[in-house]
């Protein structure tokens, strides 16, 4: 008898928990469709003028947390950089050791930042900021208010925002995020004026942006401001990308009903989750390589791991990866591909459509979502 009744207990909340798991999912409102309002020239006038850099040939900083960093917000700054050769771009960590990305890829960073400080007292002329598992950290954020002092502009790229923001550098000022942490945003500094319709936005030396793939306008940004529209639009053809503004639908993208049920019954369907490969190859393009392996790891249906025969890999620009596998490549019906033959931006489509082909079309519109794409 007891145990019926204890059984019964358990159905009963199973079944509470159910209609009101179901009422929160009814409660979502559907997927919107928003359009980008144009951004005044005097305003892309006023982020230029606030990237300009201290140096003739500035000094960019990409800073990582060795436990966790995003890593297209890590990877991407680098690869898109490198490849314009306008500054100086040095990748670091916290601590000594490889960083290890999320959700997908490891990396050997260029040095400390305790090393950075050493041999750059001055400081740099612009700080990027990633996303990390953890806003507060006080190695990060005590380095970042010296960098601000000693004038470096600081870029927050997607939720890298809520660690600008966690440092003190975001009072008072205009600013955005990923669209799923503003909220969090407001938490850390209720005086933060988010900036709809924005892609970027700077205010007092302190730039931020809006989800992941924001990174890449935001870096041609500012290679414009360091060397000029010709060189940004030389670097934007090489990548494939027509166009880069700050123009952005804030209200396309947030929590809707497709997207959760996406989500959570692909979360749910364990038995059809499945482990994909990259194969990791010296020379590769790390701008593709990051966002397939973002992309691949955001389905809820798969996880990335890299291969590489043995041995630290050096991509194109020189970013060291430490595979997650030595010694294969694993099966080729699960190798996930990374498009080589197409510019970077083409190769995001590219990955968009074969996630599409194998998960589902509402599986990479909920990528892309997390990615905060516009499509």
């Known amino acids: 008898m007891r145990l019926r009744l204890v059984l019964g207990a358990i159905l009963g909340?199973?079944?509470?928990?159910?209609?009101?798991?179901?009422?929160?999912?009814?409660?979502?409102?559907?997927?919107?469709?928003?359009?980008?309002?144009?951004?005044?020239?005097?305003?892309?006038?006023?982020?230029?003028?606030?990237?300009?850099?201290?140096?003739?040939?500035?000094?960019?900083?990409?800073?990582?947390?060795?436990?966790?960093?995003?890593?297209?917000?890590?990877?991407?700054?680098?690869?898109?950089?490198?490849?314009?050769?306008v500054a100086e771009v040095v990748s670091l960590a916290t601590g000594p050791g490889p960083v290890r990305l999320f959700p997908a890829l490891t990396v050997q960073p260029d040095m400390t930042i305790a090393d950075f400080d050493a041999a750059h007292p001055l400081g740099a002329d612009h700080v990027i900021v990633p996303a990390m598992s953890r806003?507060?950290?006080?190695?990060?954020?005590?380095?970042?208010?010296?960098?601000?002092?000693?004038?470096?502009?600081?870029?927050?790229?997607?939720?890298?925002?809520?660690?600008?923001?966690?440092?003190?550098?975001?009072k008072g000022k205009r600013a955005m995020t990923h669209w799923y942490y503003l909220d969090r945003l407001r938490k850390i500094d209720p005086t933060i004026a988010h900036a709809p319709d924005r892609r970027m936005v700077a205010?007092?030396?302190?730039?931020?942006?809006?989800?992941?793939?924001?990174?890449?306008?935001?870096?041609?940004?500012?290679?414009?401001?360091?060397?000029?529209r010709p060189r940004a639009e030389a670097v934007a053809r090489d990548l494939g990308i027509a166009r880069w503004d700050a123009r952005h639908a804030s209200g396309a993208f947030a929590l809707s009903r497709p997207f959760a049920v996406t989500v959570l019954t692909n979360r749910l369907a364990f038995w059809n989750h499945e482990e994909l490969g990259i194969a990791l190859a010296p020379g590769m393009d790390e701008v593709s390589l990051a966002l397939a392996a973002d992309a691949w790891s955001r389905t809820y249906r798969s996880t990335v791991t890299a291969y590489a025969p043995s041995g630290t890999v050096e991509t194109r620009n020189g970013i060291r990866l430490i595979p997650d596998r030595q010694g294969t490549d694993g099966p080729e019906a699960r190798r996930v591909p990374i498009f080589?033959?197409?510019?970077?931006?083409?190769?995001?489509?590219?990955?968009?459509?074969?996630?599409?082909?194998?998960?589902?079309?509402g599986t990479a519109d909920a990528v892309a979502m997390q990615l905060e794409y516009p499509r």
Not at 140 to 159: F, H, N, Y
Not at 217 to 225: D, F, G, Q, R, S
Not at 340 to 350: H, I, K, N, Q
């Open 13 to 85: 909340l199973a079944v509470l928990s159910t209609a009101g798991f179901g009422l929160w999912i009814a409660s979502l409102p559907p997927a919107s469709v928003a359009l980008a309002p144009p951004v005044p020239q005097a305003e892309t006038d006023a982020l230029l003028a606030a990237l300009k850099p201290k140096r003739p040939r500035p000094l960019i900083a990409i800073v990582g947390l060795n436990d966790a960093t995003e890593t297209t917000d890590y990877l991407l700054p680098h690869g898109i950089l490198k490849r314009a050769d």
């Open 340 to 361: 080589p033959e197409s510019p970077p931006a083409e190769a995001l489509d590219r990955t968009l459509a074969a996630i599409a082909a194998r998960y589902g079309a």
């Open 135 to 170: 806003d507060d950290d006080p190695v990060v954020t005590g380095w970042l208010r010296d960098q601000a002092r000693k004038g470096a502009v600081i870029v927050g790229i997607c939720a890298g925002a809520k660690v600008v923001a966690a440092a003190g550098l975001l």
């Open 203 to 228: 205010d007092g030396g302190v730039v931020t942006t809006t989800g992941i793939t924001a990174s890449m306008p935001m870096m041609l940004t500012l290679i414009e401001a360091i060397a000029g």
